[in-house]
């Protein structure tokens, strides 16, 4: 929005001209939304606990999550706003794939609203039933990988592309719709599951979102994608200010949900963080290098997974409790340190993903 300010100040003064490069912009967004967190917070967190809209904490969970019972959430509602201000300020509204983004993470934003809205309505754990959500997620998955399959401009923009391995693209055809929805179901899960302890989940959400605007950012530069050997795909370098703006929202938010927590996200903002980061990957034809950057979102689904199936099968248990994070806090870690540890992980992974930008 505000690029188009500037466009019309160029005529007074050529420094304006600095609004039209995606890096300025992406910086602005990043402040832009982190600002707003660290401004709207307090005044959020005082309204969530004036309301009583606090946690309610699993029955079955550990013992020591009891005393974050009362806590205020659904707070993942900074995020999202903060997320798309700063995106509709800072990005080319007329760019198709920044509006493919906002809906993303607005359309599962709102599913974990409703969820958690029912949580609290009627006091307990439960939220929306997994069929009612799941259909929720399905519908609004489809829609966006069908939207972005209508923007597709050539095949390799519907292909699947192999990390390290220059010119290997695996095409899908209409099938790539399929694979985009369950990128962004899968991704929106996956985050959701992981959000277990104070701060664990936003910030590899926050390293992730970082690392994926750098891919945006070469995939859409003519010249640098060029360079590295990359598809070049017409547009989304604009994605880099919307994964900006999930930084910085993400990072204002860790400053009140940071251990221990004043605030908790809630699905409203795991869900949508989860989605968003899918259906960025998609854009820039980055999937498989999101598994590997997402490596603790995919530890973490794999651990449920595989609980209820040897549960079921067997009628044994492999961890102790799932997802991941719970197994350790019953082995007795500290949470702060699953926390650290988990950030330490994912900061090697986003390394190692940022790595096949030059590994080719």
């Known amino acids: 929005m505000l690029m188009y300010v500037a466009q019309f100040l160029e005529e007074w003064h050529s420094g304006f001209r600095v609004f039209q490069f995606i890096t300025f912009r992406s910086i602005l967004g990043i402040l832009t939304a982190m600002v707003f967190s660290f401004v709207a917070g307090p005044w959020m967190i005082r309204k969530l606990t004036f309301h009583q809209i606090g946690q309610q904490v699993r029955s079955d969970g550990p013992e020591?999550?009891?005393?974050?019972a009362g806590t205020p959430t659904m707070g993942g509602t900074l995020i999202l706003i903060a997320v798309v201000v700063s995106t509709l300020l800072w990005a080319d509204l007329s760019n198709s794939h920044v509006w493919v983004a906002l809906f993303c993470i607005s359309s599962f934003g709102a599913i974990g609203f409703v969820d958690d809205y029912r949580k609290l309505k009627y006091g307990n754990s439960k939220g929306l039933s997994a069929r009612a959500k799941y259909l929720g997620q399905s519908v609004a998955g489809l829609v966006t990988a069908a939207w972005?399959?209508?923007?597709?401009?050539?095949p390799v923009e519907t292909s699947v592309l192999v990390p390290m391995l220059k010119d290997v693209a695996v095409p899908l055809g209409l099938g790539y719709i399929i694979w985009g929805y369950l990128v962004i179901v899968g991704s929106s899960n996956a985050v959701n599951l992981t959000d277990g302890l104070d701060g664990l989940a936003?910030?590899?959400?926050?390293?992730?979102?970082?690392?994926?605007?750098?891919?945006?950012?070469?995939?859409?530069n003519a010249v640098f994608s060029d360079y590295l050997g990359f598809y070049f795909v017409a547009g989304v370098g604009e994605l880099a200010v919307?994964?900006?703006?999930?930084?910085?929202?993400?990072?204002?938010?860790?400053w009140f949900n940071t251990y221990?927590?004043?605030?908790?996200?809630?699905?409203?903002?795991?869900?949508a963080l989860g989605a968003a980061l899918g259906v960025v990957a998609l854009m820039v034809r980055q999937e498989l290098v999101l598994l590997i950057m997402g490596g603790i979102f995919v530890a973490?689904?794999?651990?449920?997974?595989?609980?209820?199936?040897?549960?079921?099968?067997?009628?044994?248990r492999i961890f102790r409790m799932a997802p991941l994070h719970h197994h350790y806090e019953l082995k007795g870690w500290p949470e702060p340190k699953i926390i650290v540890r988990f950030w330490i992980i994912t900061l090697v992974l986003v390394l190692i993903g940022l790595s096949t930008l030059k590994v080719r």
């Open 148 to 154: 972005i399959y209508a923007l597709a401009a050539s």
């Open 64 to 68: 020591s999550h009891l005393v974050k």
């Open 260 to 271: 221990p927590a004043q605030v908790f996200m809630g699905d409203v903002g795991s869900l």
């Open 202 to 220: 936003i910030m590899p959400c926050v390293l992730v979102g970082s690392a994926l605007g750098v891919f945006a950012y070469v995939t859409g």
């Open 242 to 254: 919307f994964c900006t703006a999930i930084a910085g929202a993400g990072l204002g938010f860790l």
């Open 300 to 316: 973490e689904t794999v651990s449920v997974m595989l609980q209820v199936a040897s549960y079921k099968l067997t009628g044994k």
